[in-house]
DNA sequence: TATGAATGAGGATTCATTCAT
DNA sequence: TATGAATGAATCCTCATTCAT
């Protein structure tokens, strides 16, 4: 107890800050597992190492610890990749292989992962955690894609496509792998590969980005 | 009751065969709408106009009359699919669009797009249903689709591709699509167009699988 | 079973419309001891003999339980107050003599008694129930009184007094009485006797409502 | 912390002393104002300025609390009325307004009113308190008033009476009209006005408590 | 003394399921 | 078959109380 290792901080005060994250880490866990209405709070309190009551010293209900467990775990990924398109001067497609990799580790592979089944699953019963996801994860996500494919075309690396809807179609099979590793992935007898699903997804979204070998050709020229 | 006996309770008789079914339409209704745990058996005896009590007539319980609506609404709808692959005679693209326009119109845009949300949500609580619609729905839908890329294929009209996990891909805009509609559709200012969304994604799916120019005029020299 | 006792309603039916009252009698005796808050409703349905769910097939909640406890018994005993008064053709100081042993033996001396002391003490945490109480209630308990106040003084048997303030004031001390057998009564070593009670408050009212002699005789003579 | 030692903190000794006053200062305004069950302990405290655990440094639990209001409140006022029968040297009528009227600005019309209330509502739960407030409370206001009337009777002001009984009913409606104000006070749309009500009370009962005129005269004539 | 984070027993409420009719 | 009254296990949430600091 008096040893030297360095633990400046009363154990109190560094739980006091560190509870409501522990919390939703183990509300994350279930909720992903369970469901949010299968999730007993029961279950949360003592997978967080806590009794029931102190989760109502943090959150004010189920509902806002769910809530709480979504905008915790999900905004921080989008700056990732708001950043990364910011930044990148490469070519727009190496851009999106580089969002696309990035988002499997950081988020895909990852208990995030779990969010938009959730979610989705959720959106009925909480309309406004619908509307929040809705304007704060899905719209900037795709706005973040729009950017991309706008890059592309600007820079005439990529053809005239509906930009619009096809950032729908394009974000939608991500989507899906991350809704996938927790709803069917457990029912396959032969895995889902999800490095070669992500190559198969680049390799087509790419190539039907790809214009016409004519043009390509100009582009490449003026490219160098 | 002491009525003359030329009434043989038509329309009872009627009812009696169609009850299982009744119930199961509107089981379906509430369970889209509002999943599976938030709704109330209550409910959907009220809204199948029968008596709570007779719910356990014709199902064991909740989640039979759960794993009851999946099945009874899902499995039809797949054999238009494999009927249309084996029958068609045009070319593959076409043949694609011809699915997935069918798809939109049967399934897509109805009540029964409902399920796929269901079932994703509720995998994880019923892995026995959520293998069922793996076995049944899933594969089987794959196993479609991936005739269709592979007649491209070998009628020389598509690239070579990885088939495999571009079925899971290809796929995953449709789920994508309808999911959304019974998820994020209702948050949306500026409404989602579903003919436009399938528009951005045959294009996307079909100049992905074209081939590169030099072997497309071969090809097209052979389809003439 | 088959006894040949006359019963004969099924005996679902019969408890169907028996247990609301059921209900409602055994909430009034616990909400009389204990207090609206103190009052378990696991105790109230045991009770009644019935389960804690059957209570809500009645009632929607806890407190709706409690307003129907104070409505159901209080507002019947009003009617035989209120129809005394119109039908009565003796004295006014008869007629109060009457009304107050009255009252005192169908609600003072029984369980109703205790609704006072219970609407009083959740006045402030059932805004409509005291609402409700002081219209449907007090309002028609003083307007009764106020009536026997001024028929007395329309006929020359009362003096002049301030009618509205004397109701607020005489009803006092029979509610007092009420309250006092729910409260205090269990700690008197000497007990209060409640017919000497009765008959000091009407002593005191009545010579309060005397007029002086000398009128007073004028009132004989016209009486006669 | 380590400033120097010329700051005796003059404010924290003096609020230590009075802390306990504070808290039940605050608990008696929540108490009157929700009752014993609906007050949170949480509210006391941030109404008396500190924190919940030092409620338990000056009271062992909230019923400890709810006693000490109770005590701490309602003696004070007691001592005042049983002076003033002692030392009053005027007729007994004017004893008695004196006594109701000191009691109205004293106690009626202020926060201690709300005291009956509660002790009234909560008697079945605390029989000990119910017990404490009888012996000290109500047998001392009964014994003083009982004084007064007997001096009345002695003095041949008064007729004779059953003051036993006549002391429960006199003071009948004082308790009611303090009890008034913290029940159906703000159901009124015509509020009672408090005054004019205790002018009807004084007026009914010195009423009632004259002589007949013709020993009025002796009386009055051996005053003189 | 004083704090306030943490506790956990307690109670209201819901709803799938049963079963007498 | 059909009903719907009744059940009671399950779970969210509250809040008086404790205790390490």
């Not at 592309?152 to 950032?167: M, N, Q, S």
Request: charged share 25%.
């Amino acid at each position: 107890m008096n040893a030297p290792e360095n633990k400046p901080q009363p154990r109190w005060a560094r739980r006091k800050d560190a509870r409501p994250e522990e919390i939703i880490a183990a509300a994350l866990e279930l909720f992903v597992e369970r469901g949010f209405a299968s999730t007993r709070l029961d279950d949360v309190a003592a997978r967080a190492g806590v009794s029931k009551g102190t989760l109502y010293l943090y959150f004010t209900n189920k509902e806002d610890l769910f809530k709480a467990v979504v905008r915790g775990n999900i905004l921080p990924v989008l700056q990732y990749g708001e950043d990364l398109v910011t930044q990148y001067s490469g070519t727009s497609a190496d851009l999106v292989r580089k969002l696309v990799r990035g988002w499997w580790e950081m988020t895909g592979s990852t208990k995030i992962a779990g969010i938009p089944k959730l979610v989705i699953a959720e959106a009925g019963n909480f309309p406004d955690l619908a509307k929040f996801y809705y304007d704060e994860v899905i719209l900037r996500a795709h706005s973040m894609f729009r950017r991309v494919l706008q890059r592309g075309a600007d820079a005439g690396e990529f053809r005239e496509v509906d930009i619009d809807h096809l950032v729908h179609v394009a974000l939608a099979p991500l989507v899906m792998l991350a809704v996938w590793g927790h709803s069917f992935a457990c029912c396959e007898e032969q895995k889902l590969h999800p490095l070669r699903y992500l190559d198969a997804y680049l390799d087509m979204l790419l190539h039907s980005l790809q214009k016409p070998q004519a043009e390509e050709k100009k582009h490449a020229r003026k490219r160098n």
